[in-house]
């Protein structure tokens, strides 16, 4: 006999982790703070990568200044700019990240809550079904 | 109004029953229209251009996520522009790479955004994705919707540049590549255009959120006037009257498109709302709930009744064995029922 309160869980669930599930069951493999901290990692270099190819795209437009005045530049401040700028984007990119990850790891846990009690529900229901196991 | 309610369960439950088939074909007929735009706006390269490309690259869209069709317009856009200018196709590389690492990465499920603005800009529709994100997202849309804008807005610098005669030598490409930012960093319309769609989504997600009735309608129209409002005062600034019409024109039509989209997922029947009062330990809850209109379509079942047979199909009926449970809920307009399944029985 077709026990429905079985499927209704079972298709809940499938409907679930085909969907939005799929990234918080894989979020789930990860502490929190591994997690975070990963993503502010991948975060950082992204930024680093995107301000390298801004300072190139800056460097080429310039270049016919930089070229011509080569030896009179004033290096070590040129040098300061870029770093306080580079701090800056790290900062920001580092503690964006942080905050927003953190968030979402909060909210994915809170409805992967739901689907243990759920997978739990299922669970009893099997024992009920099978005692003698 | 009730015809239309009608049309659109009719489509929701032909979209129900088919939707394993109904979404590869609308992927596929999105991204013709995409690479098809791409195509016919930077169409440099004659083979990417071909029939049999085109039509490969949409189905291979339809059956992969929305990603991997940005990812393919990206680099058919790259590849028609190296055909023409190898210089400007790495500009607009590193271009749309500096955008994916440090903005479109952060929300990677609107990734079409990127694709669909240029493309409706294209239409002179763009507005329909602020309107409609302001309505169905966040307004982290914004992101995504101004990378978008820069998109486009560095196609059309391209399309510009590729005219330009360029020799092999250092000086010229740096000429050509000084010509492309200061067109780029000294484009007004496009900064104006950065800070007006972001308002419009502003607008339209804080005026969808209120408590008002008719919530979603009315940020749909507040979504509309902040575009003609904002863009009419950048066509003044910037001089560029004769856009106003057709910016106005596209208002209209965008703000139509995002109403029927709006129209299909769902739509509230503001008299029958229900408030409800109750607490708990620790709050008072004041509840309105809407509820939503949902009218079942009708089925059409078409029984032909033959006059002329009547006389003969009652004597048939005695003829038709009915049982016990049959008698007790006899009546008239049933005697016909099963004379008429008698009827075709015979034919």
Do not use: W
Not at chain 1, 16 to 21: D, M, P, S
Not at chain 1, 99 to 116: E, F, M
Not at chain 2, 132 to 147: E, H, N, R, W, Y
């Amino acid at each position: 006999m077709l026990n429905y309160r079985k499927i209704r869980i079972m298709h809940k669930l499938a409907v679930y982790e085909n969907k939005e599930g799929k990234e918080d069951i894989q979020l789930s493999k990860y502490y929190k703070t591994d997690y975070v901290r990963y993503q502010v990692l991948k975060s950082i270099i992204c930024a680093t990568v995107g301000y390298a190819l801004i300072l190139l795209l800056i460097f080429l437009y310039q270049s016919e200044y930089l070229v011509r005045n080569a030896v009179n530049l004033d290096y070590k401040t040129i040098g300061l700019y870029i770093l306080g700028i580079y701090i800056i984007i790290i900062t920001i990119y580092g503690f964006g990240s942080l905050i927003g990850y953190s968030l979402k790891y909060d909210a994915s846990r809170k409805k992967l809550g739901r689907y243990y009690k759920l997978l739990n529900r299922l669970n009893k229901i099997y024992k009920e079904e099978s005692p003698e196991s | 109004m009730i015809q239309l309610l009608v049309f659109r369960e009719r489509i929701k439950n032909l979209y129900q029953r088919y939707d394993l088939y109904i979404i590869p074909i609308v992927k596929f007929l999105f991204a013709l229209i995409a690479f098809e735009t791409i195509n016919r706006e930077i169409g440099y390269d004659e083979r990417i251009k071909a029939l049999p490309v085109l039509l490969a690259l949409s189905l291979l869209s339809a059956f992969m996520p929305s990603a991997i069709m940005v990812l393919l317009a990206a680099f058919m856009s790259v590849l028609h522009v190296y055909s023409e200018s190898p210089i400007l196709a790495i500009i607009v590389g590193i271009i749309m790479i500096i955008l994916y690492v440090l903005f479109a990465r952060f929300t990677p499920k609107l990734g079409y955004v990127l694709l669909a603005i240029p493309v409706l800009y294209t239409l002179k529709i763009p507005f329909v994705i602020p309107i409609l994100l302001g309505l169905i997202a966040t307004p982290i849309s914004i992101i995504p919707t101004v990378c978008g804008v820069i998109i486009y807005f560095v196609f059309q610098v391209v399309k510009t540049a590729v005219t330009m005669q360029v020799n092999k030598t250092v000086e010229d490409i740096l000429l050509l590549y000084t010509n492309v930012i200061d067109n780029l960093t000294g484009n007004k319309l496009m900064i104006l255009s950065f800070v007006i769609f972001a308002m419009i989504i502003l607008v339209t997600y804080f005026v969808r959120k209120m408590k008002f009735d008719y919530a979603f309608e009315i940020a749909i129209v507040s979504g509309a006037v902040t575009s003609i409002l904002g863009f009419l005062i950048s066509d003044l600034i910037l001089d560029r009257s004769d856009e106003i019409i057709s910016m106005i024109l596209g208002t209209i039509a965008s703000a139509a498109i995002v109403y029927a989209i709006h129209f299909f997922r769902f739509t509230l029947d503001y008299s029958g709302v229900e408030y409800a009062q109750f607490e708990d330990d620790v709050y008072y809850y004041y509840v309105k709930a809407v509820p939503k209109i949902t009218v079942t379509a009708p089925q059409k079942n078409v029984k032909h009744f033959n006059v002329k047979n009547v006389d003969k199909n009652i004597s048939k009926t005695n003829s038709y064995n009915y049982d016990d449970a049959d008698i007790d809920d006899y009546d008239e307009d049933e005697a016909y029922l099963h004379v008429n399944d008698y009827e075709n029985d015979d034919e």
